[in-house]
DNA sequence: AATTTTATTGAACATCTGTACAATAAATAT
DNA sequence: ATATTTATTGTACAGATGTTCAATAAAATT
């Protein structure tokens, strides 16, 4: 006896097969829940039962990167909040090799027209394991909100990675690494 | 003799007045073209003549608010980017007394299914300012790409504001601002 | 294997979208 | 004031959206 009853699972295979089909050629705003029902053979009425906008299949995607941005970062962080140190050593920051690893994932995430959540998503997952390292390297700070502190430092990662994304990701992981790893150190 | 057709003043007042009316009643996302002409007593294929979406009118006023947050700037940043010393001001960082005076609006914007379109806007002119304001203040440091720093720099006040957002705006403006000279003066 | 439960289907409906075009009205220019 | 330019209107059309409902088919349960 399966959790989910497998005409779910087929229904939902079929949608994912059909966008990731229509993601090839065309953007995900101009993608239409029609087209995506025609494509993967599937009454349109029942692509309703299951979602109810085409970013809420594309979230699924979504949330599984974030898995892998997880287990990216196993030791990883640790190094980057002792931010008063010259020990930083680049190669424990993977984030920016998550991003390299899916980058045609992430143009669409970053791309103007799609909506914020799947930027929030990442923020609220690097946030996280920042806080999660933070905890055990970093003693709380008089006076610092660890949520801003937390927010700040995410964001701040997010910032090179929007502008890596202007540059069509032109520059390798270890580049940004490199520029992270001055920048922290110059404080 | 003015430079644009006085219809089109007209018509994008019209339309401008009936977006904020329906504002007041719910979210930007569900808002139709159809409900905003009806609202402006516009016919639908005029406002197909000056926009393609809802999110194009309110880009307009956004613009309009990316103003306010440049002359908010004056002075402002120039203190920031002193970042070894401990001589910060908090007052003269006036990015978040622009978004408590704006709140409402900013509610939109951060709101998880509207477009990244106007984050990128903040993020572009926040980064501008920073820039703007650094090259007089800040020296090159040797093996730093100054976009990398900026987009770095800027992106980092953003997290602390959506941290804000996620928190519904509660804090005091200055609260943030004392925050964020805590963060800057702790590296 | 028979029964029960439940996901999927197809059809229908009102509304919205994006586009086109001729008719009209309201600006600007002479 | 008249002529010219151009923005707006009304109408129409094919396709998309979001929802509802009874009929059907395919699972899970006994």
């Known amino acids: 006896m399966s959790q989910v009853d497998l005409r779910i699972i087929k229904t939902k295979e079929a949608l994912h097969t059909a966008l990731l089909t229509l993601l090839k050629n065309k953007p995900l705003e101009s993608i239409s829940i029609s087209e995506i029902c025609r494509c993967a053979k599937i009454n349109r009425g029942t692509f309703y039962l299951h979602y109810s906008q085409v ?7 979504f ?5 892998d941005l997880a287990n990216s970062y196993q030791e990883p962080y640790r190094h980057v909040v ?13 984030i920016f090799h998550h991003i390299e690893k899916y980058k045609e994932f992430y143009r669409i995430v970053f791309s103007k027209n799609v909506p914020l959540t799947y930027y929030y998503l990442l923020f609220e997952e690097t946030k996280r394991l920042f806080t999660e390292d933070a905890k055990e390297h970093f003693h709380v700070v008089e006076g610092i909100d660890p949520n801003f502190y937390a927010s700040y430092q995410a964001n ?19 580049v940004l690494n490199e520029q992270l790893v001055k920048i922290l150190n110059l404080k």
């Not at 970013?55 to 995607?61: A, H, N, R, S, T």
């Not at 002792?82 to 680049?90: G, V």
Request: hydrophobic residues 35%; proline residues 2%; negative net charge.
């Open 55 to 61: 970013g809420d299949l594309f979230e699924e995607y």
């Open 82 to 94: 002792k931010i008063k140190t010259s020990e930083l050593d680049p190669s424990t920051i993977r």
């Open 156 to 174: 701040a990662i997010l910032g090179m990675i929007i502008q890596w994304y202007n540059d069509g990701f032109q520059q390798k992981a270890s």
């Open 63 to 67: 949330r599984e990167m974030m898995e």
